[in-house]
């Protein structure tokens, strides 16, 4: 049951935020470009704008036949809606949802119907605990979705990290490498990576151990403080001027913490502290 509550979630995001969260790697992606992405960024906002005001509208027509005999729970009804668009958009599409919710709750469900007006005080009372009790709910889900979230990213960190661990056993240095792109690619969410040793170059915005990116021509100053990574990086496995080489990361669209990004800086930095050791 929770498995197809989830996937329902999934769908009504995709309807809310334009597209799945994508927090898994996928295949060959072609280069992005900050317009495109400002773009897509503009119309997923819209559209959950849309989605937002219109939710609670077509619940409250939706529950017109049922005024009659449910005119004590038409209002504690009408927080649904506000909770699906909270747990799937957020704290503020919630809030959007909460408003056109009130004000669809006194069009359809308040005497007289179908204006903007209310005769008696205790329709008024309802609809604006009606707007305060979606609010609220829309905060807590809300915070309570990123707290999910953030417990689930944490334990894919830790898988990395044990994963990682467990590729430093290798004999070859070959081996440790592979493991040590497989634990970055995991950890950053990416599509796939490269080892290219011996590589010193700045083609792609270089990953940082701080989680920042050092300036480069491919990515501008409004990019280094986007959640969501560039289509490419480089991290640097050891330090100048015993830097052996860089694994070359190609990015999906996800977006990832600056934890995750020190996470995967760490283990590049530890895989070149190994490769200089003298059994390598």
């Known amino acids: 049951m929770n498995r197809h509550f989830g996937r329902t979630i999934e769908h009504v995001r995709q309807i809310l935020v334009l597209g799945p969260a994508q927090r898994h790697a ?9 317009d495109d992405a400002r773009s ?47 747990v799937a958009g957020g704290a503020r599409l919630a809030t959007i949802a909460a408003i056109s919710g009130a004000l669809a709750f006194d069009v359809f469900h308040t005497e ?15 609809m604006t605990m009606l707007l305060i009790v979606g609010i609220l709910t829309g905060v807590i889900a809300s915070s309570a979705q990123r707290a999910l979230a953030g417990a689930s990213a944490r334990r894919r960190e830790l898988d990395a990290v044990t994963e990682f661990l467990d590729h430093l056993d290798a004999d070859r240095p070959d081996d440790m490498v592979d493991g040590a792109r497989a634990s970055i690619e995991k950890t950053l969410l ?8 011996g590589y010193r170059g700045t083609a792609a915005p270089t990953l940082q151990r701080s989680g920042t990116f050092s300036a480069s021509s491919a990515m501008t100053a409004h990019q280094l403080h986007e959640r969501a990574l560039p289509a490419q990086i480089e991290i640097p496995v050891g330090r100048p001027p015993r830097e052996h080489g860089r694994i070359i990361v190609n990015c999906s669209d996800a977006e990832v913490s600056i934890e995750e990004r020190r996470t995967a800086a760490a283990m590049a930095a530890a895989l070149g502290r190994l490769l200089g050791s003298p059994d390598h």
């Open 190 to 197: 990416a599509r796939s990576s490269t080892w290219r040793a």
């Open 112 to 126: 007289p119907y179908y204006r903007f007006a209310i005769d008696q005080a205790a329709d008024l009372v309802e």
């Open 26 to 34: 996928a295949g060959p992606s072609p280069s992005r470009r900050p």
């Open 40 to 86: 897509r960024s503009s119309q997923a906002s819209t559209l959950g704008v849309v989605a937002a005001v219109v939710a609670p509208i077509a619940f409250a027509a939706l529950l017109i036949p049922a005024r009659d005999p449910l005119t004590q729970s038409l209002s504690l009804l009408m927080v649904l809606p506000i909770l699906v668009v909270a």
